[in-house]
């Protein structure tokens, strides 16, 4: 959300903890005369790494945006051996959205993108069915039907590559998407593919988790989003959300009443990566609010 | 709770569903002069069983408490197949609970049971250490260790239950107790041994489920109160509650956080067990509330 | 939601307590045929009123459907002063929905009825602006925008009536609509207008509360949804949630995630009282589910 | 929570906002050997103040610790005319606790400092009655009664001032304390008196809330812990929880309900104090975590 506010750069980071990191960057911005809007950092002790998210405002800082990564990697980054990135605010990340037959998820995206609630671009939504493309219609959005079988599936996937490169696809949100990428599709996409899987990983993954719920006699259902990655259900989870259910919810309830946390956490996870809150070290995140 | 209120009798009972069931259940309370206080039921779809709660006032009713149950299977039980008990308001019933190391659950549960909050006779404190025994001192409960191992575990067992019959126990409260109870023995106490388990199962079930979480980089954790089978932690499901965590809550501080969560849960199973609101059918529980 | 199941009619009933009731009905439906689906009752003992939801299968049901009503009343509502309403699974509620300018709550209604989640007709929606008349444009729904003002009010609701009238209008759904409607309008839907208000009732009535949480430093925040009343703010609540918030959450971020309450708490209420599981009693509602 | 871990040091404080502090603090840390361990800021953009938390290690730090404090001032809290407080991880905070007849909060407190949660001492109990001291013999804390009335409350609270200052309290608990205490009593622990008040305010202040909100018909209820000030129930704000109830719900199970969140969020606003993560400002607290 940046309405109104002035332009800004975020700087996302990890390295090994070291001492004199904070002080470092923060001299950094303070002595070429950058506002810092906000500062969130964590040391995960056992890995011994540290983790920063800075936010500072760009008008009266120095050094030219363009100039700003050449920099910082000379004079900090190299020192600490960082893993970073900067991002601006006045860069709207485009946006890629994977359906197949369930529209709650997407609607809850379309109508937070048409009401303005987010900064970001939604070029397209890719579904391996048509069933969608009216709610795609709805809204305007360009709706592409790549229809995968086992024989298809690697010349499919490279159509795919090819429209979201033409479109500088940013990130992908698997949207209820009920098709697993390939590994190799995945690699183009490293901690930019969110999935929302529809149970409290790391119970139920796979297929049909209400059924299983159900069967286990579980009393909180949930839903999980997480960075995909190339084993199923498995990636960095993001953010997970639960309702309570009782003996009377069946699997048909139970589905009803995850749809709405589906689309919840789901939401949520988009907007802490829209606003490069999300940083991933191992097979865990660090999600800065 | 029954402070107050007027001594009642509550019927618990599942059976295949038929028409008719409420109809005649009711009448025979009503024609017998019983007033009814609460009455709740449910249908298993699937299984197509039916259960129901019913809990009817005695002080008019005209069969002598003693002959309700001959009544009860002679008049309607039989004729439906029903499994079946009725309990009394004024039993209350006898619980044990075993503790390994961790006071949180033992104080939340003996606080409880001090204030008089719930209904229950509390005897004896079983422990396989000494390290609790001032806490049971603290209350006046006796507290028994029996010291198990491999070799002497079938032993302990038969004395444990040796006691437990002499203090006439109806059921038992595992209360963060780290030993697993032989299948001989659970089979003394079927769907009356009240477990939590430091996790939402299905997920991470076993030993050190907050190390597992913190591993897998979940952002809920939670805790689960169960009925103890054979198959550790896959006992039918009461009662389950999560709390969130994020990137900052290391291993110490999600078992700080956790303790809140598996004090209250295992709590409100007890309440729902003395209250007799559970019910349990293959492996999963009607609660009734 | 009724799909694919039998066609069934729904009691809803109060009337002071006494012996009896529930063997009463539930003989009645018996000896005519009719299998019950679910029995949920309760009773205030304070006001010593006695309320049930009762629901039954129709196909086999011996009372022709259009006879039910009357049998009922004579044999057995009059013998009880039950106020009663009886509702039948085929009969799909006619809906309107007042909007003003935010669409969240709007988008997330129509993305249900789209869906096919609810059963429910929704023939129009009515707006003081016609600011979010393309919302509805893009879902087909007829949209009628009544200006209103302090001098034309009353001329404004008499021409709203008579739409609703004409159209069939069962109850109406406030979804942010930021205007007060006059008792005289009120009158002609008693319990059957459902408002969302965007705090944790009974704080923060009127206007601007996220403003007010603000001011107040409050940690958690929160929505209501309510049948209306004369009295603003103050009707019968159906449901609530609340979601947490810190220091970090300005008014903004707090009108953000207090709009992903509000939507699904008006949501929710929608569906209870579709399903009739609500009913009013004094300012309070029972809420079978 | 400090077992096991280094000495360290603890820096709150708050200030109108400009640039530079950050670095400031954290190069005067830096260049003094103090390795950081957690720093945590937040800027009130409307209020226009800076406030920040931060921690470091005193092992090699190379200003005394006796000398920190005044360094500090004269070095940097000057410059920004910081409202500033440093605190060392080897001072317990000492404790009192106030109660009235109820329990619950009480064991809830006294169970997690014996079984050495939190890093505080307790010397002493203070109540009006005598119904607890029971509860404080079993955990051996000595308990002091001061019967309050209208008459002697002046006197009363002065004896109980005296009281507090011989036994060094820092800060003092109000566990379910049915007493208001004056604001010349408050002005000797400013921010430093914590209460719970059961309800979710501003909701329900004063008296008999449960009572208001059955009336009320409100589907949750919940618990504040607040520091205290002059007027009733109005202090800042430190933690809130809520939990659901139904229309079955009379009084009675609403307390029930309501104790066990009373006790959570009593217990956590302790823990945030203790460990120096509350920052007052206004009406309002920043809540480091």
Known sequence: MNNGKKDSAILLMHCPDRKGIVADVT??????????????????????????????????????????????????????????????????????????????????????????????????????????SPVARQFGIPFHVFRKNQENKQEMETQELGLLQREKINFIVLARYMQVLSEQFISHFPNKIINIHHSFLPAFPGAKPYHMAYERGVKIIGATSHYVTGELDAGPIIDQDVVRITHRDHVDKMIMKGKDVEKLVLSRAILMHLQRRTLVYGNRTVVFN
């Not at 190299?78 to 900067?86: A, D, H, L, R, S």
């Not at 529209?103 to 987010?118: K, M, P, Q, T």
């Open 27 to 132: 001299e950094f911005l303070n002595n070429n005369n950058g506002n810092i809007i906000t500062l969130d950092e964590h040391v995960d002790r056992l890995a011994n790494v540290f983790f920063m998210r800075i936010e500072w405002e760009l008008d009266s800082f120095m050094i030219p945006r363009e100039k700003i990564a050449d920099f910082f990697e000379i004079l900090i980054a190299g020192k600490y051996q960082m893993t970073w990135n900067i991002y601006f605010s006045n860069q709207r990340p485009r946006m890629a959205i994977y359906v197949s037959k369930l529209s709650h998820c997407l609607y809850d995206i379309l109508s937070r993108v048409y009401a303005g609630e987010w900064e970001v671009e939604l070029p397209l939504i890719i579904s391996n069915h048509d069933l969608l």
